[in-house]
């Protein structure tokens, strides 16, 4: 199963997720995801906004404006968010199988 | 240094174009364009199991058929042999396939090794009456 948010805003579900086709749509659109370091201010909106393509394609930009300004915890959010991004892209790449020479490695945080 | 890792075109790569050059082959293994642009994104993962274990059921039918064939050459090759003797015939050809699972190995190992008991019984049967033996028994109540 894909990694997604859920949340509920005004009543209504929300899930968010991304799919190749919302990625494909997002960088046609000029987002690019190196510009998160850059260009956060602009960019961290963008893919949130971008989260919504997949299952609430309709959803105005002032909704979503809104409900991104009342998330809690944005830090965690976004690093949610930009893990969910990477998933479409990681899923086509394979694991190594398991060999001797393969590297494990660990992050301090 | 490391200034070329940084300013690398990698760093501007794009996700799309990525998703494009993969959609070719997840579509010859049986993807639909729905399933790869607008599913679950986790799914190519479960196609590509499963397009391993297809090719190696393939591989697998292959070599059985392979066994089959040089089984059958074999059983063939005694009339094949250019100085065979007049009349010599070409083994059978297997009555069943093989057993691809290990229960029924063990019940066509079973079966076999009756008929061997019951042929050694009769040979031997047919040995001991060919022999006259005296029945001890009654021997042993005449005495």
Redesign the interface.
Known sequence: ??KDIRFVHDGKEYRLE????S??IM??QGF???DIVEKPMSTLPALFAGAFL?HHRYVKKEIIDEIFSKMKNKQELISKLAEMYN???L??V?EPEEAEGNITWEASF | MGGELLNSSS??V???E??YE?FPFYLAIGMTYDQ???????L??FY?KAHKLKNEQKNQELWLQGMYIYEALCNVSPVLHAFAKRGTRPLPYPEKPYSLTKEGNKQEKEIQEKINRQKAKAVFGAWASRLKLPNTERQKSAN
């Open positions: 199963m894909a991304f799919t190749r086709k990625i494909e960088e046609r690019v995801a190196s997949a998933e479409p892209i899923a086509l394979d | 760093s501007k794009s996700y799309t990525q998703f993969h790869y642009w607008n599913d679950d994104c986790q190519v993962k590509r």
